[in-house]
């Protein structure tokens, strides 16, 4: 029987906040810094850190508002460059070399933007179901085009308000479709996982608010009548804020591992967060027709200009590998860290 594993907390100091990070007591070896998604917070990677083959030392940090780390603003005019800034630094005082990166979702595109940013701090990348490298909503076709100039139908104003009122609230139940465990049930997975207690409990760290989540709502006179704000990690993730479309250009170029599950319904070419593709099947109404924004098709399209990249897919499996095929998720991550 393995010995059992502690987790440590610490907070870091940086010049931009103070990072809560979690670390596996007496793992040492080269880093693996994981990079949690939207509405979660490290705890989503605590059985991948524990799985790590020896060699390697898990580090996960809570992003700025999410977990124990400070909640300063998010500044969305900036893309994701608030998350990738701060992580950066936090590379920087940690004194850590050359770090593999594992981002999923919302963390999958701050690690893009951090190998964009500084490739040579990069030893290689792994997404996990990341977000479009065009942004949540309003694109079009795998080169990302906009649909509209402003960026209609992305953005903080997208987002199901009674959710958010839900989240706010600290609401544990799963009464109703629109509560934080509904939503982790339906969406988050495509079957039952174990320990979901822990998994909802974190999402309720997420702050609430115009600065924090979703951010602040803007209006278009395009269908569907809402556009990105300044404010908040949605406006944040909005084609006209992110976008990282030369990441053929940087040197050096790190390997990056690819993995998905099959059965994805927030990032999909078919996305049931995808206000066009919610228009399409007449969830919204008034579509003049928008064509949904093909996220997978987007990421493959960016990467294979890249050069060095593996995808791989994992079948019955939804937006979370890592919590719902462990076993395969853990020997795919496993077999990019060590051959890098």
């Not at 793992?27 to 939207?38: D, E, I, K, Q, Y």
């Not at 294979?304 to 939804?318: H, I, N, S, T």
């Given at each position: ?36 998604g939207n509405v979660s917070s490290s705890a989503f990677w ?120 839900r989240l706010e609230g600290g609401d544990l139940s799963d ?136 995808e791989a897919v994992l079948d019955k499996c939804g937006h ?21």
């Amino acid at each position: 029987m393995s010995a059992p594993v502690s987790f440590v907390a610490t907070r870091v100091t940086t010049p931009r906040l103070t990072q809560n990070v979690v670390t596996v007591e007496g793992r040492t070896g080269a880093p693996v810094l994981f990079v949690h998604g939207n509405v979660s917070s490290s705890a989503f990677w605590h059985t991948s850190m524990a799985a790590l083959p020896d060699g390697l030392r898990p580090i996960a940090v809570d992003l700025r508002g999410f977990g124990g780390t400070d909640p300063e603003p998010i500044d969305a005019t900036r893309g994701l460059r608030d998350f990738s800034d701060d992580l950066l630094e936090l590379v920087d005082a940690l004194e850590l070399p050359a770090v593999h990166l594992v981002g999923w979702s919302l963390g999958g595109g701050i690690v893009l933007q951090m190998l964009r940013d500084r490739p040579a701090a990069v030893r290689s990348v792994t997404l996990v179901n990341p977000v479009s490298p065009y942004g949540f909503g309003g694109t079009e076709g795998p080169d990302g085009r906009l649909t509209h100039p402003d960026g209609a139908g992305s953005g903080a104003g997208a987002v199901n308000p009674e959710f958010v009122a839900r989240l706010e609230g600290g609401d544990l139940s799963d009464e109703d479709p629109a509560s934080p465990r509904s939503v982790f049930r339906s969406t988050y997975v495509a079957s039952p996982v174990d320990d979901e207690d822990r998994y909802v409990a974190a999402m309720l760290t997420t702050r609430v608010g115009e600065d924090h989540y979703p951010g602040d709502a803007a209006t278009s006179a395009a269908w569907p009548g809402v556009a990105p704000g300044r404010r908040g990690v949605l406006n944040a993730l909005a084609p006209t804020r992110f976008r990282i479309d030369d990441l053929h250009e940087i040197t050096p170029k790190p390997p990056v591992l690819w993995i998905r599950g099959a059965d994805d319904v927030i990032v999909s070419d078919t996305s049931l967060f995808d206000l066009a593709h919610l228009g399409a099947i007449g969830v919204v109404p008034g579509s003049p027709g928008t064509p949904a924004q093909p996220m997978i098709a987007q990421t493959r399209a960016v990467l294979e200009r890249y050069g060095p990249y593996r995808e791989a897919v994992l079948d019955k499996c939804g937006h979370s590998p890592h919590l719902e095929r462990p076993d395969d998720f853990h020997r795919l991550l496993a077999r990019h860290l060590l051959e890098t």
